[in-house]
T-cell receptor, first 115, second 114 residues
Framework: AQTVTQSQPEMSVQEAETVTLSCTYD???????LFWYKQPPSRQMILVIR??????QNATENRFSVNFQKAAKSFSLKISDSQLGDTAMYFCAFMANNAGNMLTFGGGTRLMVKP | DTGVSQDPRHKITKRGQNVTFRCDPI?????LYWYRQTLGQGPEFLTY????????KSRLLSDRFSAERPKGSFSTLEIQRTEQGDSAMYLC????????????FGQGTRLTVV
């Protein structure tokens, strides 16, 4: 079984600054994928960024990037130039390659971007 | 197609009553997932379908819970004899079956058992 841990229940950042959200996971799988999902208040969850475990290069999507440390089982999300619209719950999620695309989520980090 | 839709958005029910939720996935997606999210927690997997076949069920899915996807399109999740501990957000998601394909989530059904 997999576990995903997000150790920061809440974080805040000033608009235009950079923030990093932490995530660690535990698994015995070799082939897997990691995701960050964003859940704005009262809105559906949307995918922010994904990382294939076999890729050493860290994924980047515009202002969002990850720091994937496979040996340490760490997968942090960096948000650059934070915007008010980034205010949301952020969930780290794990998917094993052979798990039918089922996701195991962490407990989430509530991010507040302050003007 | 505007995405995954769930109905109702909110449901308040008395303990012991039965409730049924509906999920309409993105039409081309053959996989459909149900998750449960309690307040302040991440979603927890309940079950998933590929087309009309239910392929996996979590141990969280007690025998009071049943899910169906009769024609491989929409799905229903029924909870019988609801308990206060069933109060949660029930999320539906859909995807293609290829590995690592993105799952698209609905806005969820918030259940309150009083």
């Amino acid at each position: 079984a997999q576990t995903v841990t997000q150790s920061q229940p809440e974080m805040s950042v000033q608009e235009a600054e950079t923030v990093t959200l932490s995530c660690t996971y535990d698994t015995s799988e070799n082939n897997y994928y990691l995701f960050w999902y964003k859940q704005p208040p009262s809105r559906q969850m949307i995918l922010v960024i994904r990382q294939e475990a076999y890729k050493q290069q860290n994924a980047t999507e515009n202002r969002f990037s990850v720091n994937f440390q496979k040996a340490a089982k760490s997968f942090s999300l960096k948000i650059s130039d934070s915007q008010l619209g980034d205010t949301a719950m952020y969930f780290c999620a794990f998917m094993a390659n052979n798990a039918g695309n089922m996701l195991t989520f962490g407990g989430g980090t509530r991010l507040m971007v302050k003007p | 197609d505007t995405g995954v839709s769930q109905d109702p958005r909110h449901k308040i029910t008395k303990r012991g009553q039965n409730v049924t939720f509906r999920c309409d996935p993105i039409s081309e997606h053959n996989r459909l997932y149900w998750y449960r999210q309690t307040l302040g927690q991440g979603p927890e997997f309940l079950t998933y379908f590929q087309n009309e076949a239910q392929l996996e069920k979590s141990r969280l899915l007690s025998d009071r819970f049943s899910a169906e996807r009769p024609k491989g399109s929409f799905s229903t999740l029924e909870i019988q004899r609801t308990e206060q501990g069933d109060s949660a957000m029930y999320l539906c998601a859909s995807s293609f079956s290829q590995v690592n394909t993105e799952a698209f989530f609905g806005q969820g059904t918030r259940l309150t058992v009083v």
